[in-house]
């Protein structure tokens, strides 16, 4: 959606980098590259599918009250577009 909104903004005449401030949520190749170089979050993916099984695995054992939840950390990734 990110990209997109940056390609909104370029048909409009706006610089993103000038007029625009824009911050992405899932750090996709795509976001590096030249034409784009949005600020972004990178998630933790693969830590995240991990949780997710193993809450998976463990919710027919136990009561929904009773799991424990995660925050993961994601990383700030600067680039052109903030």
Known sequence: ????AIDAA???????SDDLSLIGFDDIPMV???SYRL???R???IRMI????????VGAK??????????LPGKLM?????
């Open 78 to 82: 600067v680039r052109g577009s903030a």
């Open 62 to 71: 136990v009561p929904l009250h009773e799991m424990t939840t995660s925050i």
């Open 50 to 57: 991990n949780e997710v099984v193993d809450l998976i695995e």
């Open 32 to 34: 590096g590259w030249t």
């Open 43 to 45: 998630q933790p993916i």
């Open 1 to 4: 959606m990110a990209l997109a």
């Open 39 to 41: 600020t972004t979050i």
């Open 10 to 16: 370029r048909d409009l005449g706006f610089l993103t």
